[in-house]
T-cell receptor, first 114, second 113 residues
């Protein structure tokens, strides 16, 4: 079965520092991976996806993610954090065995301190 | 272009009642998916509809049902509400049912008392 794990419930970063939000996956075939962000009282917003190709994927709001097949990881990164990046971040993988539904991690709360 | 819209925003029901949640997808999107998000957890897949047909169902009881209309809008129905049904219900639309990214609405917050 496909699964996604986000090992950190919360990540704290000082404004201006680089940030990393971790995600590992387990799939039976090729992974199709996504990152979404959720701000308080708002729906989920798409950040980026990995389907195939370059291991470094660039997305919205200056975020990027690095796909590492050998480590089965898809970590979200940003070179310089902003206070406005504080939100809940979700990693998800497409379940290719079950009508392409998204299987989600539990989420990581990112707190950027001024 | 308008994004995915959901109604109502908030809803309070009592145990045993029935509820209908509504979703309008982005114009041109033919696929609608429903998710349940309990506080502190990631979304759980409930249904996917594409071209008005059910294309996927998550591990939810038969009390949960849905449909998609000719204009691609969708309704999620939950019968015989339980306290555990209290959650944020998210609707997402996409162009197709494959690898396209999904665009989410703001959600309907359902509270069951």
């Amino acid at each position: 079965a496909q699964s996604v794990a986000q090992p950190e419930d919360q990540v704290n970063v000082a404004e201006g520092n680089p940030l990393t939000v971790k995600c590992t996956y387990s799939v039976s075939g090729n992974p199709y991976l996504f990152w979404y962000v959720q701000y308080p009282n708002r729906g989920l917003q798409f950040l980026l996806k990995y389907i195939t190709g370059d291991n470094l994927v660039k997305g919205s709001y200056g975020f990027e993610a690095e796909f590492n097949k050998s480590q089965t990881s898809f970590h979200l990164k940003k070179p310089s954090a902003l206070v406005s990046d504080s939100a809940l971040y979700f990693c998800a993988v497409r379940d290719m065995d079950s009508n392409y539904q998204l299987i989600w991690g539990a989420g990581t709360k990112l707190i950027i301190k001024p | 272009d308008a994004g995915v819209t959901q109604s109502p925003t908030h809803l309070i029901k009592t145990r045993g009642q029935q509820v209908t949640l509504r979703c309008s997808p982005i114009s041109g999107h033919k696929s609608v998916s429903w998710y349940q998000q309990v506080l502190g957890q990631g979304p759980q897949f409930i249904f996917q509809y594409y071209e008005k047909e059910e294309r996927g169902r998550g591990n939810f009881p038969d009390r949960f049902s849905a449909r998609q209309f000719p204009n691609y809008s969708s309704e999620l129905n939950v019968n015989a509400l339980l306290l555990g049904d209290s959650a944020l219900y998210l609707c997402a639309s996409s162009k197709g049912q494959g690898l396209n990214e999904q665009f989410f609405g703001p959600g309907t917050r359902l509270t069951v008392l």
